[in-house]
């Protein structure tokens, strides 16, 4: 059962593992997706949406398992995402049956578009359904979510009817999404304000918003809304998302940290108030950030609010002078806030396990002893060709272990041979699960297309390459590189990502991770992510 949520405070609810994973490429398995949702959980968000149970037995799996091992009693809230039918309630109730507190959200179109085309239902029967459905639910549990869906373009008076039916049956959530990302932060503002004006019970439960970033305009819309009475914000790790993705979580809770003496008069507090806005430990914030990127293979750009690695950057000779006089001169918030700290040296060669897990579970990093012992040995390598390692480079060895797809096939041996009067040339040997050696070489325009040319000739997968990008994970000419690459095969996109000191080798196992994640789908028959079946959901 869960607790009735404080009015003084705004709620954060992620959905990263639901709607975020529905960005083309951002392939999660279940694994990956407990990896998240146990740093969302030390993050401090108050919700986590896990999935859409119904749409898979993948995504049911990880939002049960997610349930069980995050849902504790001191955890967040977890959710599942359901239609407005049995069927889809009565998974989602089953799946967050492990959590400590669980919630049900359930959805129904409420435009007329919306109804007309997709539905093919009448106001009538969208009013009739949506109370019987929320009833359903709190057969389940008691913390129930309604989303009328695409209400940003609904008719707001067959608006207030539905949300006045829902309340009634027993939601204690009402979210109000801008589905195709289409409101303006004054018009969304509105919305909110003649719903707390016009549904009459809706002091009975808390008012979310979800939207879409279609115009760029999703976390101004959303700090409009929290102005207007809006008390949860559904939101994703850098804005993941369908289309142009979501309200990002870290703009939205920097904003509110930053500019806290403005929001503290809008949840009733005096404006030189101390008291956070929010539950998120915002120094968890760039770890979360980097993981999300990492597993998902979303690059985060360069000059992305908060995380993007020009944030706190300095290249003006003018800006340059003033930071180092005085930093609130053009930095209005510490970089420590959001846990971007000095590349401290940690460890080094002679460091042993036992530091080494120790420096881990300082992190925030928990391993079973087989990852564990995965990443000391990369670790270990890394010691031998790398004078200084630090937090960055430790962290990056992690989520590279951690995040490898079932492995189809591994790298044993890639080797370059090119040169400016030279064709590049490249020899790769990989093996199989059952110890098959497959071996070929190919001449390629560059290193990287000679290795992808030999590895294509021994897996025989008609793919594209789509995008490659490499980022290094700290200063110095050792230093670690991150490669994030995405194939699209037929209408699907796979993600791949990898880190090492060589450019070349990091890129051929990015290749292979993204190879064994097309080779796993092609095998099972199954699409990776829920907008590829027939059941959709696209609030």
Same mark, same amino acid.
């Given at each position: 059962?869960? @607790?009735?949520?404080?009015?003084?405070?705004?709620?954060?609810?992620?959905?990263?593992?639901?709607?975020?994973?529905?960005?083309?490429?951002?392939?999660?398995?279940?694994?990956?997706?407990?990896?998240?949702?146990?740093?969302?959980?030390?993050?401090?968000?108050?919700?986590?949406?896990?999935?859409?149970?119904?749409?898979?037995?993948?995504?049911?799996?990880?939002?049960?398992?997610?349930?069980?091992?995050?849902?504790?009693?001191?955890?967040?809230?977890?959710?599942?995402?359901?239609?407005?039918?049995?069927?889809?309630?009565?998974?989602?109730?089953?799946?967050?049956?492990?959590?400590?507190?669980?919630?049900?959200?359930?959805?129904?179109?409420?435009?007329?578009?919306?109804?007309?085309?997709?539905?093919?239902?009448?106001?009538?029967?969208?009013?009739?359904?949506?109370?019987?459905?929320?009833?359903?639910?709190?057969?389940?549990?008691?913390?129930?979510?309604?989303?009328?869906?695409?209400?940003?373009?609904?008719?707001?008076?067959?608006?207030?009817?539905?949300?006045?039916?829902?309340?009634?049956?027993?939601?204690?959530?009402?979210?109000?999404?801008?589905?195709?990302?289409?409101?303006?932060?004054?018009?969304?503002?509105?919305?909110?304000?003649?719903?707390?004006?016009?549904?009459? @019970?809706?002091?009975?439960?808390?008012?979310?918003?979800?939207?879409?970033?279609?115009?760029?305009?999703?976390?101004? @819309?959303?700090?409009?809304?929290?102005?207007?009475?809006?008390?949860?914000?559904?939101?994703?790790?850098?804005?993941?998302?369908?289309?142009?993705?979501?309200?990002?979580?870290?703009?939205?809770?920097?904003?509110?940290?930053?500019?806290?003496?403005?929001?503290?008069?809008?949840?009733?507090?005096?404006?030189?108030?101390?008291?956070?806005?929010?539950?998120?430990?915002?120094?968890?914030?760039?770890?979360?950030?980097?993981?999300?990127?990492?597993?998902?293979?979303?690059?985060?750009?360069?000059?992305?609010?908060?995380?993007?690695?020009?944030?706190?950057?300095?290249?003006?000779?003018?800006?340059?002078?003033?930071?180092?006089?005085?930093?609130?001169?053009?930095?209005?918030?510490?970089?420590?806030?959001?846990?971007?700290?000095?590349?401290?040296?940690?460890?080094?060669?002679?460091?042993?396990?036992?530091?080494?897990?120790?420096?881990?579970?300082?992190?925030?990093?928990?391993?079973?002893?087989?990852?564990?012992?995965?990443?000391?040995?990369?670790?270990?390598?890394?010691?031998?060709?790398?004078?200084?390692?630090?937090?960055?480079?430790?962290?990056?060895?992690?989520?590279?272990?951690?995040?490898?797809?079932?492995?189809?096939?591994?790298?044993?041996?890639?080797?370059?041979?090119?040169?400016?009067?030279?064709?590049?040339?490249?020899?790769?040997?990989?093996?199989?699960?059952?110890?098959?050696?497959?071996?070929?070489?190919?001449?390629?325009?560059?290193?990287?297309?000679?290795?992808?040319?030999?590895?294509?000739?021994?897996?025989?997968?008609?793919?594209?390459?789509?995008?490659?990008?490499?980022?290094?994970?700290?200063?110095?000419?050792?230093?670690?590189?991150?490669?994030?690459?995405?194939?699209?095969?037929?209408?699907?996109?796979?993600?791949?990502?990898?880190? @090492?000191?060589?450019?070349?080798?990091?890129?051929?196992?990015?290749?292979?991770?993204?190879?064994?994640?097309?080779?796993?789908?092609?095998?099972?028959?199954?699409?990776?992510?829920?907008?590829?079946?027939?059941?959709?959901?696209?609030?």
């Amino acid at each position: 059962m869960s @607790n009735p949520p404080s009015p003084d405070r705004i709620l954060i609810f992620d959905t990263t593992l639901r709607d975020g994973e529905q960005s083309p490429g951002a392939t999660l398995n279940v694994e990956e997706k407990l990896v998240i949702a146990k740093q969302l959980a030390r993050l401090g968000v108050d919700i986590i949406e896990a999935g859409f149970p119904f749409a898979s037995p993948g995504d049911f799996e990880a939002v049960q398992k997610i349930a069980r091992e995050v849902g504790t009693e001191n955890g967040p809230t977890i959710c599942g995402l359901a239609r407005a039918t049995k069927g889809d309630i009565e998974r989602a109730g089953e799946a967050i049956k492990p959590a400590a507190k669980g919630r049900i959200h359930t959805f129904l179109a409420t435009s007329d578009i919306h109804m007309q085309y997709k539905l093919r239902k009448s106001r009538a029967e969208v009013l009739a359904i949506a109370p019987e459905m929320v009833a359903y639910a709190k057969t389940f549990t008691d913390d129930v979510e309604f989303s009328p869906e695409d209400a940003g373009r609904s008719d707001p008076e067959f608006l207030y009817q539905v949300l006045e039916a829902a309340i009634a049956a027993g939601a204690t959530t009402v979210n109000i999404p801008d589905t195709v990302g289409y409101l303006t932060p004054t018009e969304f503002g509105d919305l909110i304000r003649g719903i707390k004006a016009n549904v009459p @019970n809706i002091d009975q439960a808390v008012i979310s918003v979800h939207g879409h970033n279609d115009l760029g305009l999703a976390v101004a @819309n959303f700090l409009e809304a929290v102005k207007a009475g809006a008390r949860q914000l559904e939101c994703t790790i850098n804005g993941i998302g369908e289309r142009a993705g979501n309200a990002a979580l870290e703009e939205l809770v920097m904003a509110m940290h930053v500019r806290r003496a403005f929001y503290n008069p809008f949840l009733g507090r005096p404006p030189e108030s101390e008291e956070p806005l929010t539950n998120i430990d915002t120094r968890q914030i760039y770890k979360t950030s980097r993981l999300v990127s990492n597993l998902t293979g979303m690059f985060v750009q360069p000059n992305k609010a908060i995380v993007g690695a020009n944030a706190f950057a300095h290249e003006s000779g003018i800006h340059q002078d003033g930071v180092l006089k005085n930093k609130l001169t053009y930095e209005i918030m510490d970089a420590q806030s959001i846990g971007l700290t000095d590349n401290q040296i940690v460890l080094g060669k002679h460091s042993g396990r036992n530091a080494f897990r120790t420096r881990l579970q300082e992190l925030g990093y928990e391993l079973d002893d087989q990852a564990l012992n995965r990443a000391f040995l990369r670790f270990k390598e890394l010691a031998d060709k790398k004078k200084e390692i630090t937090d960055w480079d430790i962290e990056s060895i992690v989520n590279d272990e951690t995040q490898q797809a079932l492995e189809h096939f591994h790298l044993d041996l890639v080797q370059v041979s090119c040169g400016d009067s030279a064709k590049p040339t490249a020899t790769v040997t990989l093996r199989t699960p059952d110890g098959q050696e497959l071996m070929d070489a190919a001449i390629g325009t560059g290193p990287v297309d000679a290795v992808y040319r030999a590895i294509n000739r021994v897996v025989d997968i008609p793919n594209q390459l789509i995008e490659f990008s490499v980022q290094s994970v700290t200063e110095g000419i050792d230093a670690l590189g991150e490669v994030t690459i995405r194939i699209r095969h037929e209408d699907r996109v796979f993600s791949g990502h990898a880190a @090492n000191t060589d450019i070349v080798v990091a890129s051929a196992h990015a290749y292979l991770h993204a190879l064994n994640r097309l080779y796993t789908a092609l095998q099972t028959g199954q699409a990776i992510h829920p907008q590829r079946e027939t059941v959709t959901a696209s609030l």
